[in-house]
């Protein structure tokens, strides 16, 4: 019976100790990607990205439909209709510039009100829907060719500046701890990230942060460590660029962040949207400098 105490008490320990480690993901995930379902495929996060519920909607484009196929053999032309106008550019769950230029085209058409992130997420795909319907086009809210063709067409080439605004929510002044040596200066009021080297904004980036139930802590932190790939062993969820500064809690970024917005909360960490601008500031960070997280 001691043993097994001895056992038990020993596991518990263990827990508290990974727990510590990577405590962050996302509040709200989809079914595929909440922590007490498969335990034991820590090392899969692209599993997150797709649950296996919708493959027609949601699968990549490299994905190529394989279940569209087999559903045509009873049609007597199945041989010719490979059907290139199915075929999927973009859909929801895709991260990539390709996706970033579409946002900013649909912001172009007052179709979208959020900065480009290069997410392709629940916003993304209310926007397509709602072009689609104007368009005379089939409402999937994905975008195949004939879709992207018309999105083009009603919309010119997007400028640097579109494609990646400076901010969207609009930065405090500086806390004073902010105002020497290296660091990255959060505030929760204006949720914003600014970067600043002796007193001196570099970039700003929108940030989300933990909910009541797991708080982001505030105070004056160091970077304690970095990991440009990593997942959360708790949650399985991917945290590219993870910046480590209070007991498992970093600054990363999330694709839940840049799909949902603010409709979600992190579980302690700070949440980036804007993946190309994180990956910027990651290079730019070193172990040791400040972090301060304040009201």
């Not at 922590?35 to 495929?41: D, T």
């Not at 005379?136 to 990646?164: C, F, H, M, Y």
């Not at 970077?223 to 007991?247: C, G, L, N, Q």
């Not at 962040?257 to 190309?276: I, L, P, Q, T």
Request: proline residues 7%; positive net charge.
């Amino acid at each position: 019976m001691h043993r097994q105490k001895v056992i038990i008490r020993a596991l518990g320990l263990a827990t508290a100790v990974a727990l510590a480690a990577t405590a962050c993901g996302p509040q709200k995930t989809d079914a595929g990607s909440h922590p007490g379902s498969g335990s034991s495929a820590p090392a899969s996060p692209t599993a997150v990205a797709s649950p296996d519920a919708s493959p027609s909607t949601d699968a990549k484009p490299g994905d190529a439909s394989p279940s569209a196929s087999p559903s045509t053999s009873s049609s007597p032309s199945a041989s010719a209709s490979p059907s290139p106008t199915v075929k999927q550019v973009m859909a929801n769950g895709d991260d990539s510039e390709q996706v970033r230029e579409l946002q900013a085209r649909l912001r172009q058409l007052k179709l979208m009100t959020v900065a480009p992130t290069g997410f392709y997420g629940s916003k993304t795909t209310a926007a397509v829907k709602s072009f689609q319907s104007k368009n005379g086009l089939s409402a999937t809210g994905g975008v195949d060719e004939p879709t992207w063709k018309k999105i083009q067409n009603a919309t010119k080439k997007p400028t640097a500046d579109e494609l990646r605004p400076p901010t969207v929510n609009e930065p405090d002044a500086p806390d004073a701890r902010c105002m020497t040596g290296r660091v990255m200066c959060i505030s929760k009021e204006s949720r914003t990230l600014a970067w600043m080297i002796d007193g001196k904004v570099v970039s700003t980036l929108d940030v989300r942060f933990g909910s009541e139930n797991t708080p982001t802590r505030e105070g004056e932190f160091k970077v304690e460590w970095k990991a440009k790939d990593w997942t959360s062993t708790i949650y399985h969820t991917p945290m590219p660029y993870s910046m480590f500064f209070s007991r498992g809690q970093a600054v990363h970024y999330s694709a839940d962040f840049a799909a949902r917005g603010y409709a979600g909360a992190s579980h302690g960490c700070v949440n980036v949207r804007d993946k190309a601008k994180l990956a910027t500031l990651f290079d730019a960070v070193q172990v040791g400098d400040k972090v301060v997280v304040y009201w």
